[in-house]
């Protein structure tokens, strides 16, 4: 269970600086300060895995995104190795992991004060929701949130929504990660991606049955995922209270979190003033992962843009 004086696992973040090799020098939060995120001059992104993914599904995003940005993955609560506490349904709720994001941030630097570097917040599907949930809680209180990435994400449980994730949460405890899986394929990935893409989805299989194989750990990782699909489930979060800029990117086979639904967090936005912009793409849910084509068309542009106003304004201050 995780306490408030929690330490991170070695093995549950990774910071790779853009002046850095990929394949290997990566900065421990113990080495790494605030005052030397600032070295290259380049803004962070943190990436925010998806429902039960863990900082490794971004493995495919990260070489695109690599030359221009800072980045920051790491596992939330019930996600990799990372700890959790229960509250009072037994979820892992959608405040623990806003707290553990701002935790993380306090850790590494980004946020404390106006000498911190800029930084940007992208997520994917639950992720993206944490990001939306932190920035309603903690906007105020944070320095340098320059704009949200949100993929594939919601802001309120609709009740069509609700049932596909209770049919998940079912699937979980009658028939392990196996049935799990197979309950979520088509909800997760899009129609183009499955029919394109049948031996990756094989392999993806193989890990959920391979997990059911030791029984004991089989037991464990049901009763987490058990808890992180009934987080999913529950709460809301409160666009009006975020003035930070939004780009909304959803997938045109999204069938979990349909274009409707991200029209409706946009046109919401947008009545009361809000900065947003709304993306539909190829792809399905994780339309993000399937084509990471998507980062260099959408989100790069998207982050630059607002990079280079930040960057304006701050010589228009000096």
């Not at 394109?196 to 194989?213: C, F, P, T």
């Not at 304004?313 to 000096?318: A, C, D, N, R, S």
Request: aromatic share 8%; proline share 3%.
């Amino acid at each position: 269970m995780m306490e408030d004086s929690a330490c991170f696992r070695k093995d549950s973040y990774r910071l790779i600086l853009t002046d850095s090799k990929l394949s290997g020098d990566m900065a421990s939060f113990k080495t790494v300060s605030h005052t030397s995120h600032a070295r290259n001059g380049r803004s962070w992104v943190v990436l925010l895995n998806g429902l039960l993914a863990s900082k490794e599904s971004w493995d495919a995003i990260i070489p695109t995104l690599h030359p221009h940005f800072n980045i920051a993955i790491y596992d939330g609560p019930g996600h990799g190795k990372t700890d959790f506490t229960l509250d009072s349904d037994g979820a892992i709720g959608l405040d623990q992991h806003s707290h553990y994001l701002k935790y993380f941030l306090d850790t590494i630097g980004l946020g404390l004060d106006k000498e911190s570097s800029p930084f940007f917040l992208v997520g994917i599907s639950n992720g993206a929701r944490v990001g939306l949930k932190f920035a309603e809680m903690y906007e105020e209180h944070v320095h340098g949130l320059l704009a949200l990435v949100c993929c594939s994400t919601y802001n309120n449980v609709s009740k069509p929504l609700f049932h596909k994730l209770q049919s998940w949460l079912m699937a979980n405890e009658v028939g392990g990660n196996s049935l799990r899986f197979e309950v979520a394929l088509p909800w997760i990935w899009g129609e183009s991606f499955i029919n394109s893409q049948s031996a990756l989805i094989d392999s993806y299989r193989k890990i959920a049955k391979d997990q059911d194989k030791d029984l004991v750990k089989s037991k464990e990782y049901q009763a987490r995922s058990h808890a992180l699909i009934l987080g999913a489930m529950k709460s809301s979060v409160d666009l009006r209270k975020i003035n930070t800029p939004i780009c909304f990117i959803v997938g045109d086979e999204d069938v979990l979190t349909p274009l409707n639904e991200h029209q409706k967090m946009h046109e919401a936005r947008l009545c009361i003033g809000k900065k947003s912009l709304l993306k539909n793409v190829n792809g399905g849910h994780a339309c993000l992962l399937e084509y990471p084509q998507i980062v260099t068309d959408e989100v790069i542009p998207f982050l630059n843009s607002i990079t280079n106003g930040h960057q304006k304004k701050v010589e228009e201050f000096l």
